[in-house]
């Protein structure tokens, strides 16, 4: 399974950057697909995922602001983040679960900086 990211960058606080997946066709329809992020210094944490349904899930710290989209049809996953904030900063990754009962598989990252 590959996973492509695209989307990161430098950005102002208070500004917007959009994050996309592409997930390899020999992944299709999975069940859950997300993004996480790892500030340096910090654990890998859950920012949002959203699974086959629609049924989505948000950090805390990014409710209101972020919001989680998919293409089922183009096996993407995307992550609209608005009202950055320099707490923000981390490299950010995308995650799929294929199956609830099976692995799940990550990208490669991208890096994503809010400056204040």
């Known amino acids: 399974v590959q996973l492509v990211e695209s989307g990161g960058g430098l950005v102002q606080a208070g500004g917007s950057l959009r994050l996309s997946c592409v997930a390899s066709?020999?992944?299709?329809?999975?069940?859950?697909m997300g993004w996480y992020r790892q500030a340096p210094g910090n654990q890998r944490e859950l920012v949002a995922s959203?699974?086959?349904?629609?049924?989505?899930m948000y950090a805390d710290s990014v409710k209101g602001r972020f919001t989680i989209s998919r293409d089922n049809a183009k096996n993407t996953v995307s992550l609209q983040m608005n009202s950055l904030k320099p707490s923000d900063t981390a490299v950010y990754y995308c995650?799929?679960?294929?199956?609830?009962?099976?692995?799940?598989?990550w990208g490669q990252g991208t890096q994503v900086t809010v400056s204040a």
């Open positions: 959203i699974t086959k349904s629609g049924t989505t």
């Open positions: 995650n799929v679960l294929p199956t609830l009962s099976g692995a799940d598989y």
């Open positions: 066709e020999s992944v299709s329809s999975p069940y859950r």
